[in-house]
């Protein structure tokens, strides 16, 4: 049963995390169309491209199998981390403790 709860609470805040893809994302759309035609232009619309892509990537799959390893939610964390904000990481921390807590409950 212990399992079960820890792996709810995974789930929850990768669902969490990818929700709040949206805040950065608006930012990003918000500066790309402000900045329009300008250089820094196209640098705004990566980003927004690579937070859209990663909310969905990680929508799609918060309730795969593959998230109960660690080493899976620690390359994911490097990657919020690097390049997206500091308010997606938070919550993939509250995911990686409650993997943490799953794998030593094996």
């Given at each position: 049963m212990e399992k079960q709860k820890y792996r709810n609470r995974i789930t929850f805040w990768l669902r969490v995390s990818g929700w709040l893809c949206l805040l950065p994302a608006s930012g990003w759309l918000w500066l790309y169309r402000t900045a329009s035609w300008s250089s820094y232009s196209v640098f705004f619309l990566i980003e927004l491209i690579?937070?859209?892509?990663?909310?969905?990537?990680?929508?799609?799959?918060?309730?795969?199998?593959?998230?109960?390893?660690?080493?899976?939610?620690?390359?994911?964390?490097?990657?919020?981390?690097?390049?997206?904000?500091?308010?997606?990481?938070?919550?993939?921390?509250?995911?990686?403790?409650?993997?943490?807590?799953?794998?030593?409950?094996?």
């Open positions: 690579v937070t859209v892509a990663f909310a969905v990537f990680i929508l799609t799959t918060a309730t795969s199998k593959g998230w109960l390893k660690r080493k899976n939610l620690v390359s994911l964390l490097t990657f919020a981390i690097l390049f997206l904000s500091l308010i997606v990481f938070i919550p993939l921390i509250f995911s990686y403790n409650a993997c943490s807590k799953f794998n030593k409950e094996q």
